[in-house]
């Protein structure tokens, strides 16, 4: 599923606004709980938890009170968003708190062992990963009957800004094309998860509309949050006054009583992984257990 993202560039991006991301949390934070709304009714106690696109550590109170037992790591591609993450302060480490642990890793190439993991939460790295390899690498780490959440942004996200766009840049040949990644349907999702070998994976979707008061608002939380413009064929120079004057135009038509909208297809889904345990060279491991009383 390939998305045309330059993901070195938002990369850069993301790392560059760091500082402003941390104080940015309140749409990753709602995105995030309302992924981990999706664990209720699944009998899983894990004893380790990778959170894989954690970013300044939104999940990382809400995971504590759902599996208070449970080793927490924290992964991100930017690593100055994981620098932001708050750690325990003195006092709490002279209670006996120990800081997060944290590591810079992108979801394909993830620095664990075969089927070292209980359960993966890949918070929203489909738009700027490869889906396939990133599932994959999932499955490769995790135990045996361990589960895969993960959300991600379905086609219909930022429709009104595709829109604007649209209307404001008719000579080009395809204008939605130039500011936004192609982001794949949810049951395209759900089969890329069952090609990399997962089991049973269930996806659903809903919207969420944000309300903005001004462009300048709304283009901050695209800039900040969601790391710019980082298409391969992003046009190179600036938007011109007159661009930037019939692109506001055509976003203000759309403006309702709340502000201007901006929607948000999100994707959900978790999948499971019943293969058999290998080891660090593929070789299959059966585990033998001491016999019972007859």
Same mark, same amino acid.
């Given at each position: ?88 302060? *003195?006092?709490?480490? +002279? /209670?006996?708190? $120990?800081?997060? !642990? %944290? #590591?810079?890793?992108?979801? =394909? @190439? ?123 064929? *992003?046009?190179?120079? +600036? /938007?011109?006054? $007159?661009?930037? !004057? %019939? #692109?506001?135009?055509?976003? =203000? @038509? ?41």
């Amino acid at each position: 599923m390939e998305t045309g993202v330059d993901v070195r560039r938002v990369c850069a991006n993301l790392e560059r606004h760091a500082h402003q991301h941390a104080r940015h949390t309140q749409l990753a934070l709602e995105f995030g709980q309302r992924l981990l709304e999706h664990l209720d009714g699944l009998r899983i106690t894990p004893a380790t938890v990778l959170i894989q696109g954690a970013g300044t550590g939104w999940l990382r109170d809400a995971l504590t009170r759902q599996f208070p037992g449970a080793r927490l790591l924290f992964a991100d591609a930017t690593p100055a968003l994981l620098a932001e993450m708050p750690v325990a302060s *003195r006092l709490q480490r +002279l /209670l006996g708190a $120990r800081p997060p !642990a %944290r #590591l810079a890793c992108r979801p =394909e @190439a993830l620095p664990f062992a075969n089927g070292s993991l209980d359960l993966v939460i890949q918070l929203c790295t489909l738009p700027t990963s490869d889906a396939a390899r990133s599932f994959s690498e999932a499955r490769r780490v995790l135990v045996k009957d361990g589960l895969l959440l993960f959300s991600t942004l379905g086609p219909d996200t930022l429709r009104e800004w595709r829109r604007a766009w649209a209307l404001a840049d008719r000579q080009q040949r395809d204008p939605t094309g130039r500011q936004l990644p192609r982001l794949p349907d949810m049951h395209d999702v759900a089969d890329c998860a069952a090609q990399a070998g997962l089991a049973s994976p269930v996806v659903d979707m809903e919207y969420l509309t944000v309300h903005y008061p001004d462009l300048a608002t709304l283009i901050t939380d695209l800039r900040v949050v969601g790391g710019g413009n980082g298409l391969t064929d *992003r046009p190179r120079g +600036l /938007l011109t006054p $007159r661009g930037r !004057a %019939r #692109l506001l135009q055509h976003l =203000e @038509a759309q403006r309702q009583p709340e502000g201007l909208p901006l929607t948000l297809e999100l994707v959900y889904g978790h999948a499971w992984n019943t293969r058999p345990l290998v080891t660090e060279h593929g070789r299959p491991v059966i585990p033998i257990r001491a016999a019972g009383p007859r």
